[in-house]
């Protein structure tokens, strides 16, 4: 069968019973259920024995953060379309109560495997090395004199029962918050109500006993001493539960005028977000279960049952635990070799970019002597005339910030886009956003209807010869503590072209006007899909074996670059892909996308560069390569603002060829991606880490002595 042939199949579907096999005849994978591979494969990270004991709870609390995430914006989105009366289907042919039905039966896999991971793996192997998780009843009675001065003297104080009877409604359970749903009665008249319980999110998710080595859930240590909040009323039950609400901040068209009032609005509004999953544990009581069900207006299929303790994100203060024995080796980024000068001797940087493009790849390549470095410069540099960033997040102690505050001071013109809509973010870029704007800096706020997810940087300096323009182009945001847990790639150059390009998005961003065409950068939205689309086919059109496509991201969803990409398969193109997340493109299928490979790295570091490779890109025989912001997502290539960079210098080409090198070589993080949608862990052969080899060879670069550097191959 031809692609259209397969495509238009696959989107005539209709009906629930021809819906039944969809997932198994379409051309496209789910993107919600993908999204859920991609959190099976980090708990498989949580499962691995040779990965350090702290280290295993780490990936169970990303997980179960990601999957509160996941609820709070994709599953509400879902349950909003099929409220609405929504029947439009998702390419892969599924209705929104579909994929509502599919991802139900997924998570309960899911949490069931999270649960006997922590209780029979990760638990035990943790109490092996003197951390114990323990209950109330394995205490004794010192033990529990202790935690009960610990309830009357730090927990106690801050708790605010709250009944619900004829004069106390039922009360409001915030996002996320852990609490215990509470029976009593009154032994007089043998009434019962029912009392929530919050549990305080500001006191540490696990109680430590004096000999630090031991921990009791809060929710535990609250439950034993009920009686002291509900004096004279017999406690009959008690159950923990969490409730998760829909989180995703959406503006009106009339309430943009003010855009930072708007999103304040909107993060006021978020806290009553509709609830759309309730977290119980094991046990409880099908009177308590009905009445919450009854009060959130929930359903039983937004109910989850855990046999392990809820909200194991709480697994974060754990891992903070002073033990570096139990977590991966601490890892030191090296000074790119460009930007290093003589010991004690400042470096001018401003010279080294002057001299040709710099590649910095963290967390291998430091960001503090790097890019941190660069800004600081150029805010203290008399020659600087302006300063020009985008900031989508940022650190709480952000030296980012400090940097832009500070040229901002020395009478230097600074504008920055703070990204108020990055989601989660909104709050700290508002704070960032007033402090800015109190020094003088030009601070905008992004565009209606548009994320500014662009990494750029531009700095004007007066020069001897006239104003030269510098540029920093990445795949990361300018954010020094996730620079050295994100995998991500950044450009420095003083490319004329490139720096008008950055000049004329800056005026677009911050001024009022269309975008035009641009020399080299590709952008979105405008130029970035259709160059892409381009790229691709011209592949699909080289002489018959020269046709090659890589790419590395985080999510492949957009329809359009797929079926590129599937036609390119069908031409002969051989394509090699790195997704991290989300991919819905079925790979390896005769006659559609038989010469498509798809792999996926999870380990130590959050995979999140964007490298795109065309061998013929540049005419015939003669290869593309850029470096940029965007996934192939409709969100990236329509309604966020991405720049994509060209990258020319035949060196810096080399090390984006050698870390697709690395990443395609790798047998111990790889997992690569079935025809049928499941993932297989690659076998491990030459024990080839990714992180690893890629840690070696920047310390290789730097001068620094390491054993042998792996040896690579496909």
Request: hydrophobic share 40%; aromatic share 8%.
């Given at each position: ?151 009357e003297n730090q927990i106690f104080p801050v708790l605010t029962p709250l009944a619900v009877d004829p004069g ?547």
């Amino acid at each position: 069968m031809s692609l259209p042939a397969v495509v238009d199949d696959a989107r005539a579907v209709e009906g629930s019973e021809e819906r039944s096999d969809t997932l198994e005849r379409a051309p496209y994978l789910n993107r919600e259920l993908s999204w859920l591979d991609f959190g099976e494969r980090v708990l498989a990270r949580a499962e691995a024995a040779d990965v350090p004991a702290l280290e295993r709870a780490k990936f169970l609390a990303i997980f179960g953060q990601g999957l509160d995430e996941f609820f709070q914006v994709r599953v509400a989105g879902l349950k909003d379309q099929a409220a609405a009366g929504l029947q439009a289907v998702s390419p892969d042919g599924l209705t929104p109560e579909d994929q509502l039905h599919a991802i139900r039966a997924r998570v309960a896999e899911l949490l069931e495997r999270q649960s006997d991971i922590f209780l029979n793996q990760v638990a035990p192997g943790l109490s092996a090395v003197g951390i114990h998780f323990s209950n109330w009843d394995t205490l004794d009675d010192d033990d529990r004199k202790h935690l009960e001065e610990v309830f009357e003297n730090q927990i106690f104080p801050v708790l605010t029962p709250l009944a619900v009877d004829p004069g106390h409604p039922f009360p409001y359970i915030s996002n996320l918050s852990l609490n215990l749903a509470v029976m009593v009665r009154d032994p007089d008249t043998s009434e019962r109500r029912f009392a929530r319980v919050k549990v305080p999110n500001l006191l540490p998710r696990f109680v430590v006993m004096p000999d630090g080595e031991r921990y009791v859930a809060l929710e535990q240590v609250i439950a034993q001493r009920l009686s002291g909040l509900f004096p004279g009323m017999v406690v009959e039950s008690h159950h923990p539960f969490r409730v998760t609400r829909n989180a995703d901040l959406t503006l009106e068209e009339d309430e943009a005028d003010d855009l930072l009032e708007a999103v304040e609005l909107e993060l006021r509004r978020r806290r009553f977000g509709r609830a759309v999953r309730l977290e119980v544990v094991e046990g409880i009581d099908e009177e308590t279960l009905r009445l919450l069900v009854r009060e959130l207006d929930l359903s039983d299929d937004d109910v989850y049952v855990s046999e392990g303790p809820l909200d194991l994100g709480g697994l974060w203060g754990v891992w903070a635990l002073p033990r570096p024995e139990l977590k991966d080796e601490p890892f030191s980024s090296v000074t790119q070799p460009r930007l290093k000068g003589p010991e004690d001797e400042r470096v001018d940087l401003f010279a080294r970019i002057r001299a040709g493009d710099i590649l910095v790849h963290h967390p291998y390549d430091s960001f503090t002597t790097s890019v941190a470095a660069f800004l600081r410069q150029a805010a203290s540099d008399p020659d600087v005339l302006a300063i020009k960033q985008t900031l989508y997040r940022t650190s709480p102690d952000s030296p980012v910030i400090e940097s832009l505050i500070r040229a901002a001071e020395a009478g230097k013109q600074v504008a920055a886009l703070v990204e108020l809509k990055a989601r989660f973010d909104e709050q700290a870029n508002v704070v960032w956003a007033r402090a800015l704007e109190k020094v003088g800096v030009h601070v905008v706020y992004g565009l209606v209807g548009l994320k500014t997810h662009t990494k750029t940087m531009l700095v004007v300096r007066q020069e001897e010869d006239g104003i030269r323009r510098y540029c920093h182009i990445g795949t990361g945001n300018y954010n020094e503590k996730t620079a050295r847990l994100y995998e991500d790639i950044g450009l420095l150059t003083c490319d004329p072209d490139i720096g008008a390009d950055l000049s004329q998005l800056f005026n677009y961003l911050t001024g009022y006007g269309r975008q035009e065409r641009f020399r080299k950068l590709l952008v979105a939205p405008g130029p970035l899909r259709p160059r892409l689309a381009e790229l691709i086919a011209n592949e699909a059109r080289a002489p018959s074996g020269t046709g090659r496509i890589t790419m590395k991201m985080n999510s492949l969803v957009d329809v359009e670059m797929i079926d590129a990409l599937y036609a390119a398969s069908c031409a002969g193109v051989e394509i090699d892909l790195v997704v991290r997340g989300i991919c819905c493109l079925r790979p390896g299928v005769p006659g559609m996308s038989e010469r498509i490979r798809v792999r996926s790295i999870i380990g130590r570091f959050l995979e999140h560069s964007r490298i795109f490779y065309f061998a013929n890109g540049e005419g015939e025989g003669r290869p593309a390569w850029y470096v940029g912001s965007a996934d192939l997502m409709p969100r990236n290539l329509d309604r966020r603002v991405e720049a994509v960079a060209p990258v020319s210098d035949p060196e810096l080409r080399q090390r984006l060829q050698e870390i697709f090198d690395v990443n395609f070589s790798d047998d111990e993080l790889a997992w690569e991606l079935n025809a049928d949608g499941t993932w297989r862990k690659v076998e491990r052969v030459k024990g080839i880490n990714t992180h690893e080899a890629l840690r070696r060879l920047a310390r290789a670069r730097a001068g620094k002595r390491d054993p042998d550097p792996p040896v690579l191959g496909r």
